[in-house]
């Protein structure tokens, strides 16, 4: 199964920031790569699907890009209800996969 | 608007098997290009996808999971079901239902179940 490792596990940021997490692949994946957002208690949501395509109804202040093994994910201006565990997913084969997270708490 | 929601037990004892329900509403589960799916987590750990079934009905399991698992349609319920036999307590996670693919308008579309616990425990 294809391995997909998140950094970082954990950041601290204030309301405003410019904020990046990096998703990376243990082999070459095309663009397909989807990054999620889960608050507690609740299911994950979709904000990207191949690797830059925003869903629809999600902020344009979230943004992914990347290519074969290498992803980001970028929140221009980073708002209150952003606070929340953030995943990728590959898409390329199965068994589809998930990054360990990203946990983006306030500073 | 599609929604998804799960149903089944939610305590399970050792070696039984855990079945869990997912009913599909707001749209027919055996049209369009989509994957229904489970997921689990573990309580304050990460997601682990488990298996899906296409509207054709073909299905993909999850090497870890294969030996154990089965998932099914039922489309005159407009359902699809998962069984996980001879569980643990490692199997213990929240569930979750999903369904991905793209509509007949070529929207791709992500839709989730609200999930459920299950808790093996003697």
């Known amino acids: 199964a294809i391995q997909m490792t998140q950094s970082p596990s954990s950041l601290s940021a204030s309301v405003g920031d410019r904020v990046t997490i990096t998703c990376r692949a243990s082999?070459?994946?095309?663009?397909?790569l989807g990054w999620f957002q889960q608050k507690p208690g609740k299911a994950p949501k979709l904000l990207i699907y191949?690797?830059?395509s925003l869903q629809s109804g999600v902020p344009s202040r979230f943004s992914g890009s990347g290519s074969g093994t290498d992803f980001t994910l970028t929140i221009s201006s980073l708002q209150p209800e952003d606070f929340a565990t953030y995943y990728c997913r590959q898409d390329y084969n199965y068994p589809r996969t998930f990054g360990q997270g990203t946990k983006v708490e306030i500073k | 608007q599609v929604q998804l929601q799960e149903s089944g037990p939610g305590l399970l004892k050792p070696s039984q098997t855990l079945s869990l329900t997912c009913t599909v509403s707001?749209?027919?589960?055996?049209?369009?290009?989509?994957?229904w799916s489970w997921i689990r987590q573990p309580p304050g750990k990460g997601l682990e996808w488990i298996g899906y079934i296409y509207s054709s009905g073909s299905t993909y399991y999850n090497p870890s999971l294969k030996s154990r698992l089965s998932i099914s349609l039922d489309t005159s319920k407009n359902q699809f079901s998962l069984r996980l036999s001879s569980v643990t307590a490692a199997d213990t996670a929240v569930y979750y239902c999903a369904g991905d693919g793209y509509d007949s308008s070529a929207y791709y579309r992500d839709y989730w179940g609200q999930g459920t616990l299950v808790t093996v425990s003697s």
């Open positions: 191949a690797a830059s």
């Open positions: 707001g749209g027919s589960i055996s049209s369009g290009d989509y994957y």
């Open positions: 082999q070459g994946i095309r663009n397909d």
